[in-house]
């Protein structure tokens, strides 16, 4: 709604199929009901069915519930099942769309297009990569904990199945099972792989449009992801066998792939600076000097908004990139407001990203 109140048209960036709000909220509003259904099945067995076996119950609806949301994306009419071309094109959503079917009609083209580009993601040195792939990974980045949020589900409740002790515990003890089992799980070597997971696949993006080509940033912008892998591993090491000299480590690699993914944000996703003409990267923006046109998004503001609107944008973005890298591989609490809290803020501060990411493709 923010790009089609300042004139700018998705399309124009991310390509054909880019669904209205409505439609989108329709979309997201069925997998929420698919995920509170599956979190409502166990409380229910519970109170009806006086089952004992409350926490098995819990894992395993959770996992039904990834793999429903899974199955809905990847539902037909979708490129990724095999159904014919022409359920899935763009003017057949259209249609569906101006008639109001169903959402998993009217969504058909952009679910197809957005597994195909999840997929060729994850074959990022062999796949293509335009604007819409960097837009969906970037995005799988800001979802790192998410993913390390499933493995743990699953890997507790593999352990649930394969645990002689768990068919013993009642309601009150399943807390201290899943306390138990979830520890060994976050220590894992493979969660630290699937946290790191979203970055590699951007990194083989960058090197990948580095070696077609040629241009400098790509190098610099792998280097950027890049920094991000220490930081997994002394966030491992830290939940490993922590001490202050982890703590430390961790903070540190965290303070410096912060400050390395915020300066890119100004200088080169948003490209708030003026950039001198001939210069590379290091050392030749003005960063006096805001770059013209101002903006797209604020145009029917005075001089004087627009800087304290990019300037709130620039505190808004600084202090959540200390703060997501800080939750994800640091010590935050990962159960209830805590991390909740915390994965609102980067929801939000990745829409903002991506607005004024929009922006600066469109100049």
Known sequence: RAADAAGLRLSRALGEGVLPPRVILRSALG???VILLCRLVPFVAQVVFETEHFGRWCLFFDLVAYAACFLLLAAPPSACCGSDE????????K??????????????????????????SLCAPFAPVTFWHVIVADYATSMAKALGD??????VAYYAGISPAYSLLSTETHSVFWEETRGACVTSELNAWVLALPFWCRLFQCLSV????????????????????PLVYAGYLDRLAPTDQTRRLVVLTACVQSSATFAWDLLMDWGLFRKRRGGLL?????CD???????????????????????????????????????????????????????????????????????????
Do not use: I
């Not at 769309?97 to 169903?102: E, P």
């Not at 290091?282 to 003005?286: P, Q, S, Y």
């Open 31 to 33: 997998l929420l009901d």
């Open 86 to 93: 022409a359920n899935y094109t763009n003017e057949k959503c």
């Open 95 to 120: 249609a569906h769309q101006r008639y109001d079917h169903g959402w998993l009609l009217q969504t058909a083209h952009s679910r197809a297009s957005l597994l195909r580009t999840c997929v060729e």
């Open 150 to 155: 499933v493995h743990v589900t699953t890997c």
């Open 210 to 229: 580095l070696r077609r080509t040629g241009e400098q940033k790509n190098a610099w912008n792998a280097l950027k992801y890049a920094t991000v892998f």
């Open 282 to 286: 290091c050392g030749v923006f003005e």
């Open 289 to 363: 000097t805001m770059r013209d046109p101002k903006t797209l998004v604020f145009a029917k503001r005075d001089d004087a908004f627009v800087c304290l609107a990019y300037g709130s944008l620039v505190l808004f973005n600084f202090a959540l990139r200390f703060a997501w890298a800080l939750a994800v591989f640091g010590h935050v609490s990962t159960r209830g407001m805590g991390m909740l809290s915390f994965e609102v803020a980067e929801l939000l501060r990745r829409t903002v990203w991506a607005l004024f990411r929009v922006e600066w493709e469109y100049h």
